[in-house]
């Protein structure tokens, strides 16, 4: 998955994001109202698609879609 | 001998918190609607605070007994589930055992366990049975865990609701009741925990302090917490690995199974263990939209509502598991 693949797959997940919202440089906390439960939306999109967990820390580590989608492909093997 | 689930019924107590009340509560949470209505609940019942958990108990088990037409004098054993117990001393399963009107010849006893509770008083209930040679062992979980919320904990009042169920556990000429697997981790005990208030902590003026995690939520020590995301990567980390080692253990594989119940800790949850372990969507029951997460009794309600809505029947074999506050986890498969 190509980091543009990624960024639209991503937003996808979200039901409340106008398509075409999310950039790779997008900072994904900036959604209004960032709330647990998009964080868990994160960690399960992760999962399906890698096979990865991302844990609190690695949450709190990444802001903007691209670092989210680098920290995934470095632990990706 | 063998053993089986002979009959469940529940009680949930009067006041209803609609996700309206909930967005009355919280009207910046609106804005995140579509997202929330993931987690697959629309209203839960919340307990008053002048009832505790044995009361909503003590109503399930009564509903067992005129729905079901129990003996109540038939019952030689009660296992009472829960996290608030009416006094330090006495067992409070020996105050129901007197409420009940059950016969003094019946052992009764307590046990603290969240989310996982139900499949392991199955477990111990099997055992009762199986080995020591009771015959009716009763059942009861039940919840009061919004008691112990901050009024401004939005994660936790989306999420859960109180109620209790009963379910009786007999001796049967088979055994209906399958291999268990268990788990515990004590190191991630810090994940869902009210700190203060107990043996360990005593309250004090700083317990009652305002604790505001990243997201907005607010606990404080005193009160309910809970680290949303800690406890889903858990599920997800843990589930599929219990829903391997439970099928193994009893020589299935999901295609065997007619139908599973997990602990209803929330829909989004659920639907990605389903995605992630194969598990047909048509093979998942879920009885979570009009209740939330009643804790221990979640997989006594959604079973007694599969069978009541004939998505189980007769001979069908259920995959149940439970997992949460311990960390602790158990599943389960039972054939009815």
Redesign the interface.
Known sequence: MTLEEFTINFEKEFEDIEPGTFKPDTNYRDIKNWSSIYALIVVAFVDLNFDIILNAKDLKDTNTIRELYELVQSKHV | MGSLIRAISYHLPAQAYTNDDFFDSFP??I?????????GIKNRYIVSSEETASDLALKAALNLFTEHSINKNEIDFLLFCAQEFDHYTPTTACIIQNKLGLNTNCGALDFNLGCSGFVYGLGVAKGLIESIGCKNVLLLTSSTLTKTFHFQD??SRFLFGDGAAATLISSNNESKIGNFVFGTDGSKSDKIIVRDGGARNKLNESSFEDII?????VTSNACFYM????I??FG??TVPTLIKDTLNKNNYSIKDIDLFIFHQANL??IE?IG??TGIPNEKIFNFMESIGNTVSSTIPIALAEAIKTKKAKSGDKIFICGFGTGLSWGATIIEL
């Open positions: 910046d949470s804005i995140n609607k579509q997202n929330l209505l993931k987690l939005k994660s995690d990243e997201y907005g939520n680290n949303g995301t800690s889903f990567n997800l980390k989004f949850l990605t995605k992630k």
